[in-house]
T-cell receptor, first 108, second 115 residues
Framework: GQQLNQSPQSMFIQEGEDVSMNCTSSSIFNTWLWYKQDPGEGPVLLIALYKAGELTSNGRLTAQFGITRKDSFLNISASIPSDVGIYFCAGNNRKLIWGLGTSLGVNP | DGGITQSPKYLFRKEGQNVTLSCEQNLNHDAMYWYRQDPGQGLRLIYYSQIVNDFQKGDIAEGYSVSREKKESFPLTVTSAQKNPTAFYLC??????????????FGPGTRLTVL
C-alpha cells in the first residue's frame, strides 16, 4: 500500500532540546494527523490539521500543514523524558495513509 | 468513560488454530478499523467498516475475517491461513468513514503470539 516518507527514522536527544520531524508525499492530502505511540499501547492523536498552511499547537507541540498539501511537520519544544515514543504522521486522501514513524529517545 | 476496548491484551495460540480478537467502542462512531503493526513497518490496514453490516478489505486482508453486526463491535478473526500471524493488532474507530471526519482513535492493542 501507499505510504508517506517520514523522517528522521529515529533520533536521540538531550532533555530540554527542541525536536523537529516531518512527513512528505507525492500525493495531495486533505487532512494531516499526528499521533504518538507509547511502547505496547495504541497511538494517541496529538494534532489534526485541516487546511493548507495551518499552524496548530497543543502545549509544547506545534504542527503545520504544508502549503503544497504534500507535507507536514511536527515540532516539540523543550523535550522531557515522557516525550519518548514513536510519532506517526497520517495523511487523509479518501483513506488514511501512514508514515513509518519517528522513534524519539530523550536522555534525562 | 468513552473509548475503545480490546481484549485480551496478550493472546497465545497454537499454530493452525483460528483466534478472534475483540474490539468494542462506546463512542457512537460509525467507522471501525483493524490494523496490524510489526516492528519497523508502521500500521497496515487489514479491514475496515464504514457502517453496520458492511466492511471492506484493506491492504493485507488475506488470512483474516471480520464481522460488523453491531455498531459497537468489530471482531477480527485470525485464521490458520494467515502465514505469519504473530503481531500487535490495533483496533480504531472514527466518527465517519469519510473526510473530514477521518480522525481515528485507537484501542490499547492486542499482542498475538502464535507458537
Amino acid at each position: 500500500g501507499q505510504q508517506l516518507n517520514q523522517s528522521p527514522q529515529s533520533m536521540f536527544i538531550q532533555e530540554g532540546e527542541d525536536v523537529s520531524m516531518n512527513c512528505t508525499s507525492s500525493s495531495i492530502f486533505n487532512t494531516w494527523l499526528w499521533y504518538k505511540q507509547d511502547p505496547g499501547e495504541g497511538p494517541v492523536l496529538l494534532i489534526a490539521l485541516y487546511k493548507a498552511g495551518e499552524l496548530t499547537s497543543n502545549g509544547r507541540l506545534t504542527a503545520q500543514f504544508g502549503i503544497t498539501r504534500k507535507d507536514s511537520f511536527l515540532n516539540i519544544s523543550a523535550s522531557i523524558p515522557s516525550d519518548v515514543g514513536i510519532y506517526f504522521c497520517a495523511g487523509n486522501n479518501r483513506k488514511l495513509i501512514w508514515g513509518l514513524g519517528t522513534s524519539l529517545g530523550v536522555n534525562p | 468513560d468513552g473509548g475503545i476496548t480490546q481484549s485480551p491484551k496478550y493472546l497465545f495460540r497454537k499454530e493452525g488454530q483460528n483466534v478472534t480478537l475483540s474490539c468494542e467502542q462506546n463512542l457512537n462512531h460509525d467507522a471501525m478499523y483493524w490494523y496490524r503493526q510489526d516492528p519497523g513497518q508502521g500500521l497496515r490496514l487489514i479491514y475496515y467498516s464504514q457502517i453496520v453490516n458492511d466492511f471492506q478489505k484493506g491492504d493485507i486482508a488475506e488470512g483474516y475475517s471480520v464481522s460488523r453486526e453491531k455498531k459497537e463491535s468489530f471482531p477480527l478473526t485470525v485464521t490458520s491461513a494467515q502465514k505469519n500471524p504473530t503481531a500487535f493488532y490495533l483496533c480504531a474507530s472514527s466518527l465517519s468513514g469519510s473526510t473530514p471526519y477521518n480522525e481515528q482513535f485507537f484501542g490499547p492493542g492486542t499482542r498475538l503470539t502464535v507458537l
